[in-house]
Nanobody
Framework: QGQLVESGGGLVQPGGSLRLSCAASGSIFSNYNMGWYRQAPGHQRELVASITRYGVTNLKDSVKGRFTISRDAAKNTVYLQMSSLKPEDTAVYYC????????WGQGTQVTVSS
């Protein structure tokens, strides 16, 4: 099991950047792939980026070239670097394991608006 705490969201103008952080406790980080999800109002939660224990990444087509996922094993933390943000990126962002999900954290709100 484990606990997930997301942070780093905020209000940003179109074209801006944000870096999200997810601090993971327990064994989830060290044992499993990790991912960043997002849920916009009226939409289902979707996986936008994932990273294996070995650093292999996979990104949703709509964020390729704009988002980067990374992990720091020493800090048990997963990051999502977001740039060239668009209004359609507005959502609550969560992290979890796509392989062995645990209870969801509170998420962090990202709002892209002028």
């Amino acid at each position: 099991q484990g606990q997930l705490v997301e942070s780093g969201g905020g209000l940003v103008q179109p074209g801006g950047s944000l870096r999200l952080s997810c601090a993971a406790s327990g064994s989830i980080f060290s044992n499993y792939n990790m991912g960043w999800y997002r849920q916009a109002p009226g939409h289902q939660r979707e996986l936008v980026a994932s990273i294996t224990r070995y650093g292999v990444t996979n990104l949703k087509d709509s964020v390729k070239g704009r988002f980067t996922i990374s992990r720091d094993a020493a800090k048990n933390t997963v990051y999502l670097q977001m740039s060239s943000l668009k209004p359609e990126d507005t959502a609550v962002y969560y992290c979890n394991s796509p392989v062995k999900p645990v209870d969801w954290g509170q998420g962090t709100q990202v709002t892209v608006s002028s």
